[in-house]
Structures are given as structure tokens and as C-alpha cells.
């Protein structure tokens, strides 16, 4: 099984400031499967970045995906007060498939 | 418009049973593996169980295996998730998801196992 790994457990930022969050696996991902998502609370989560670095629809250029292999990175350029939640990662080919989250939280 | 709607949570006793169903709407429901994933309280996202389009293949994490049964009525566009023999740690909410890649979830559905 491939296990992601997701850090820092918590960032703590302040608005205007940009936000790096990793997300890495113990074998190397196909990209193509790599995805990321945003939940608020008492919310489902929502589809952010499919395929390791392309945007879901309406989400804003603020957000970007990178990386490869077994490092993945996901930044928020610039972040906004509705920025502020936790953000998964996924690998959808193979189980498990989330890492533990990453909660951005202001700062 | 995709909507998932999930529901048949609410609060059971160790050792006891329930049925979660998700109706789905505004796609080919068919056509689309589907999958159950919970959020224990204050805890991170756990994929709980698979199934194929066809209801022909299921999936099933460790945790569940053995007690939980998904299935399927592509006739209804509707998802089920029936949950026996059921443990304090289950207590979660659990979110539908069209698989496997998430575009859409269930609004979650509440399921709380205590005595």
C-alpha cells in the first residue's frame, strides 16, 4: 500500500501570506491520480486540483498544484479569509487514498 | 445539477445495525464507481468502501470488513451501505462520494454508536 503523508499538520498564516503544503508518498504516485481537496467545518470537502496540477471548475488561480513521483506540493498564492480550512490530498489509483490533512488556520 | 443525498444515520448500540443510502441524481449514476468515506469526530477523511458501476465489484477497507456491505440499484440511482455488527469507533459522518476521483459528496450523514 502507498501512504501519503501530508505536513505541516498545521499552518499557522496570516491573510495576504502564502500558504506550501506537501503532501508525500511512501511509493511513487502517478501523477495522474494525485488530487487535492478543501473541507470547511461541517462540511463535505470540495475537489480543489485534479491530475497533481489542474484547477477543478471555479476554483481560483490562487490555487496551484505541482510535483511528481512521490512530492506534491499544493500553494495558495495569496490567501483569502475563506482560505482558512483543512486540505487533503489523494491519490486515486490505490488505497489508502488520503493523507491525514493539513489545517491552514490564521495566524 | 449532480446532487448526492445521503441519509439513514442517526444513533445505535454496540453490536447493532443500520443502512446508509445516497440518492444520486443529474448524471449517469451507472456509470460511476461510487464509494463511502467517513470523518470520525475531529478526525481526518477515512475511505470506508468501493463498489464498480455495475455492482459487480466492491471494495472494503480493513476496518469494515466482514461487517459492512455496499451495494447498489442503478434502477433507483441509489447507493446503500448496510452496517452490522457496529463499534464506538465507527461513529463517524459519512459522506457518499462519486469515485474515484471526487467531484462530488454526499451532504454526510450522522451515524453515532453508543449505549
Known amino acids: 500500500e502507498i501512504v501519503l503523508t501530508q505536513s505541516p499538520g498545521t499552518l499557522s498564516l496570516s491573510p495576504g501570506e502564502r500558504a506550501t503544503l506537501s503532501c508525500r508518498a511512501s511509493q511513487s504516485v502517478n501523477s495522474s491520480y494525485l488530487a487535492w481537496y478543501q473541507q470547511k467545518p461541517g462540511q463535505a470537502p470540495r475537489l480543489l486540483i485534479y491530475a497533481a496540477s489542474s484547477r477543478a471548475t471555479g476554483i481560483p488561480d490562487r490555487f496551484s498544484g505541482s510535483g511528481s513521483g512521490t512530492d506534491f506540493t499544493l500553494t495558495i498564492s495569496r490567501l483569502e479569509p475563506e482560505d482558512f480550512a483543512v486540505y487533503y490530498c489523494q491519490q486515486y489509483g490505490s488505497s489508502p487514498p488520503f493523507g491525514g490533512g493539513t489545517k491552514v488556520e490564521i495566524k | 445539477e449532480v446532487q448526492l443525498k445521503d441519509s439513514g444515520g442517526g444513533l445505535v448500540q454496540p453490536g447493532g445495525s443500520l443502512r446508509l443510502s445516497c440518492a444520486a441524481s443529474?448524471?449517469?449514476?451507472?456509470?460511476?464507481?461510487m464509494s463511502w468515506v467517513r470523518q470520525a469526530p475531529g478526525k481526518g477523511l477515512e475511505w470506508v468502501s468501493s463498489i464498480s458501476g455495475s455492482g459487480g465489484t466492491t471494495y472494503y477497507a480493513g476496518s469494515v470488513k466482514g461487517r459492512f456491505t455496499i451495494s447498489r440499484d442503478n434502477s433507483k440511482n441509489t447507493l446503500y451501505l448496510q452496517m452490522n455488527s457496529l463499534r464506538a469507533e465507527d461513529t463517524a459522518v459519512y459522506y457518499c462520494?462519486?469515485?474515484?476521483?471526487?467531484?462530488?459528496w454526499g451532504q454526510g450523514t450522522l451515524v453515532t454508536v453508543s449505549s
Open positions: 443529474g448524471f449517469t449514476f451507472s456509470s460511476y464507481a
Open positions: 462520494a462519486k469515485w474515484p476521483l471526487v467531484d462530488y
